[in-house]
Nanobody, 126 residues
Framework: QVQLVESGGGLVQAGDSLRLSCAAS????????MAWFRQAPGKEREFVAA???????YYTDSVKGRFTISRDNAKSTMYLQMTSLEPGDTAMYYC????????????????????WGQGTQVTVSS
């Protein structure tokens, strides 16, 4: 079992930047796809970005060109660099670990991921 802890959220203004971190402990996440999801009040949790263990990246359309996902397998840490933030990015952000290793599919459903962090709040004011 792996434990995930997010950090880096906060209250910012539109146009600002933030970097989120997800630190993993316990079982290594080296061969697993890792992802960021977010959930705004009253809305369903939605996929934001994913990174495969060899470094390939996948983003939802609304954050392409603004968000960059990365990972440091040696440190068991994943990051989400967010720039040009918009009020619509306001949500609780969660990191998640893939259920199975070496899965390169682009289907980012919630049940694909078996470990979740507690979340870090990002609030963007206009």
């Amino acid at each position: 079992q792996v434990q995930l802890v997010e950090s880096g959220g906060g209250l910012v203004q539109a146009g600002d930047s933030l970097r989120l971190s997800c630190a993993a402990s316990g079982r290594t996440f080296g061969r697993y796809t890792m992802a960021w999801f977010r959930q705004a009040p009253g809305k369903e949790r939605e996929f934001v970005a994913a990174i495969y263990w060899r470094g390939g990246k996948y983003y939802t359309d609304s954050v392409k060109g603004r968000f960059t996902i990365s990972r440091d397998n040696a440190k068991s840490t994943m990051y989400l660099q967010m720039t040009s933030l918009e009020p619509g990015d306001t949500a609780m952000y969660y990191c998640a670990k893939d259920r199975f290793p070496d899965d390169y599919s682009t289907a980012m459903t919630l049940d694909r991921f078996d470990s979740w962090g507690q979340g870090t709040q990002v609030t963007v004011s206009s």
